[in-house]
């Protein structure tokens, strides 16, 4: 028995045009998805964090103590993220002001120039009372373990490490966060207040060279930067 080919004739334009009709909209929602589950894994990506030494200990002078604990968070001079940190650390200093002595360090690569600090953030930064501002070219940073833009220390008067890593909920959002709430019931007086409490960080690169390599980090992109 001899098969017959099978012939498949012209394809109705009206045929094209509804299989079109119903695949765009499904090709737009199925990149709509994508795209926000994109962002919300990035959103809640943390950066890394190095090895903070559990005591403060051969470090060069920070702000004048007088006693009491030391603060120090690591900025990017170009992370829009920090907005949120710095934010954060703000109402930090308004409660708690009389109870710690704040730095905050601004991580510029060697050979940069003078200019390339001067942003946004450092105005931000400059705003907060009786915080002093830093330069570090990533010597003190790396001493510290900070490798990632918001990253927080505290240490307390004799020395001892009381906290380390991010006061923000998600990255470039302000609002209440377990390493807020640490920060301020340790500086309220309660020693374990930090005790299996883990925080993340989350910000640019601290050693990227040049522009910041997260440059879009704010998750609702507010504020561009310098």
């Avoid at 008067?157 to 209440?176: C, M, N, P, Q, V």
Wanted: net charge positive; aromatic share 6%.
């Amino acid at each position: 028995m001899s098969s017959r080919p099978i012939s498949i004739g012209p394809v109705e334009p009206r045929t094209l045009g509804r299989g079109t009709a119903y695949f765009v909209p499904l090709l737009w929602v199925a990149t709509v998805v994508a795209g926000l589950a994109a962002l919300q894994s990035y959103k809640s990506r943390p950066g890394t964090a190095g090895h903070t030494p559990a005591v403060f200990c051969g470090l060069p002078p920070l702000a004048n103590s007088a006693g009491r604990p030391r603060l120090l968070m690591f900025v990017h001079p170009k992370c829009p993220c920090s907005r949120a940190s710095l934010g954060e650390l703000a109402r930090i200093v308004d409660r708690e002001r009389d109870k710690v002595a704040v730095d905050v360090v601004f991580v510029t690569p060697r050979g940069a120039s003078p200019d390339w600090a001067q942003t946004s953030l450092r105005t931000q930064a400059a705003e907060i009372p009786d915080v002093r501002l830093l330069d570090d070219d990533g010597t003190l940073a790396r001493r510290l373990g900070a490798e990632t833009s918001g990253y927080v220390v505290l240490y307390a008067a004799d020395g001892k490490l009381l906290f380390s890593g991010g006061i923000t909920r998600s990255r470039g959002h302000e609002g209440e966060s377990s390493g807020g709430r640490a920060i301020l019931s340790l500086l309220d007086g309660d020693p374990d207040a930090a005790s299996g409490v883990k925080t993340t960080v989350y910000g640019c690169p601290l050693f990227t060279p040049g522009e910041c390599a997260e440059s879009n980090c704010s998750a609702d992109r507010t504020g561009k930067l310098p």
